[in-house]
């Protein structure tokens, strides 16, 4: 978590129209250590059902686009697996 806030504090100083909502998530992620990992995965499928729309089977990915999704794929799913398995 620490290094998420790090990340975030980077991107808010670089980017001040940004910086009171991403204090804010930080403020409730410090109150409820899932938050920032619900929104996060809330974002993902909602951008992802989305994608699945976009993408036919006549469009061409950029190799870097498929390259990302097959990366996020496979982090997910390393996620997914350990979560499932610690019962």
Do not use: F
Not at 8 to 34: F, I, S
Not at 37 to 48: D, F, H, P
Not at 56 to 79: N, Q
């Amino acid at each position: 978590m620490d290094k998420l806030k790090a990340a975030l504090v980077r991107v808010a100083r670089k980017h001040p129209e940004l910086r009171q909502a991403m204090m804010d998530n930080l403020r409730e992620a410090d109150l409820d250590g899932n938050y920032m990992s619900r929104q996060g995965l809330s974002k993902m499928a909602e951008q992802a059902q989305e994608l699945m729309g976009m993408i036919t089977e006549d469009k061409v990915l950029e190799d870097w686009m498929e390259a990302k999704i097959v990366r996020a794929a496979d982090m997910l799913s390393s996620v997914y697996d350990s979560m499932k398995h610690r019962g």
